[in-house]
């Protein structure tokens, strides 16, 4: 069953898709999104504004092992909104931009993991992090996390959905592992950040669904090696990017031992078919 709760939408300036949203469009486009809503199961939707320029929704997302979670998202995958141009000084691209805001399902498959790991006093890491589901999960639970992007605007997120919570603030530094040599314009991509950057060693390293691109130079294994411990493990939930093969040999160049898991899953109960690999990469 899903309930919701409707919140009035006055944005002057703000756009969806190039259109202007006046009162009557915020009336018809939270219509349509509580119709399509309806289509998912045990969740409690807020829709609302959020800073001017785009718009976020609230849920309470069900975890396997834990209590659920209230989680302040993007309301769906054409916001946009970066007037100076920090997410393009990233390498951030308009067409990315929503990427950090929204729940994944191999960030669903992650955050079940975590939940199931014994509470240790091992640090952990999350790697881009996006909304940090995963990250929560292990916070709430009393672990030692830290949660890593590079979206300039992931640590606001972070802040407020811990905050939602009711949990202290956690850990958030600024990690990127690569930029495309260019930036949409042409000009040079800059790496500068508002954020810590990210330093110190992990036991655990988690990820989801970052083998989003082609990386012959190993530029991710790379990364992932400057902040593991010499005795590490590394998850990586992957949805058959493909990616995989190019991974695994430079992730073997480093010392680590794979081991992959099929986690593919068939609709049910409302939520989508999954297909892709639980890797887990040990070094001792």
């Known amino acids: 069953m899903v309930w919701y709760c ?3 939408l006055i944005i002057p300036k703000a756009k969806v898709q190039g259109i202007p949203l006046n009162k009557a469009w915020c009336t018809l486009l939270t219509s349509q999104r509580l119709l399509i809503n309806s289509l998912r199961a045990a969740t409690i939707v807020f829709l609302q504004t959020s800073s001017p320029g785009y718009l976020t929704r609230q849920e309470s ?5 834990v209590d659920d979670l209230l989680i302040r998202s993007l309301l769906d995958k054409n916001q946009f909104h970066d007037p100076l ?9 308009s067409a990315t931009w929503p990427i950090f805001g929204l729940l994944w399902p191999s960030g669903m498959h992650l955050a079940e993991r975590i939940a199931s790991r014994p509470v240790t006093d091992e640090r952990i890491l999350e790697i881009g992090c996006g909304l940090g589901l995963a990250s ?3 916070h709430r639970r009393g672990a030692q996390v830290t949660a890593s992007d590079c979206h300039p605007l ?3 997120f972070l802040d407020e959905n811990t905050r939602l919570n009711g949990l202290l603030p956690m850990p958030y530094r600024h990690g990127l592992w690569g930029t495309a040599a260019t930036r949409d314009d042409g000009l040079p991509v800059l790496t500068h950040a508002q954020d810590a950057p990210l330093c110190g060693l992990f036991d655990l390293i988690v990820g989801s669904d970052i083998l989003y691109e082609r990386d012959d130079t190993g530029t991710l294994a790379r990364f992932i090696g400057e902040h593991a411990a010499r005795s590490s493990e590394i998850w990586v939930i992957d949805p058959n ?8 040999k430079h992730m073997a160049l480093l010392g680590f031992a794979m081991h992959e898991q099929v986690l593919d899953q068939a609709e049910h109960d409302g939520v989508e078919a999954y297909k892709g690999r639980m ?4 070094r001792h």
């Open 6 to 8: 409707s919140m009035h």
């Open 279 to 282: 890797l887990t990469y040990t």
């Open 61 to 65: 997302i069900a975890v396997s092992g």
């Open 154 to 156: 992931t640590h606001a």
């Open 241 to 248: 990017r493909g990616n995989r093969a190019a991974f695994h």
């Open 136 to 138: 929560l999960v292990a």
């Open 85 to 93: 141009d920090e997410a393009l000084n990233l390498g951030i691209s």
